[in-house]
């Protein structure tokens, strides 16, 4: 077990994190989790605004990883 440590920055925010353990009860709203059979999982919520979203996901001996993604407006289709 490796624990991952998630930053979020820009347009959101981090709402949970999991690994899928059914024994784990650590809480999802802590931004660490130890890992279950090699995976974590970073659970993100959107700003209400446009911009990007950085997630960066830390485990020591290994390099850091960053994700960007878009947040874009959200704008319902017309029926």
């Not at 440590?5 to 130890?34: I, K, M, Q, W």
């Amino acid at each position: 077990m490796i624990q991952v440590t998630f930053r979020v920055s820009g347009a959101g925010e981090l709402a949970g994190v999991a690994n899928g353990n059914p024994h784990n009860l650590d809480s999802f709203r802590r931004p660490h989790r130890y890992t279950w059979h090699g995976q974590a999982l970073a659970i993100l919520r959107p700003a209400k605004r446009p911009g990007g979203l950085t997630l960066t996901a830390r485990a020591p001996g290994l390099r850091p990883a960053r994700l960007t993604l878009p947040v874009t407006s959200f704008r319902p289709r017309p029926r």
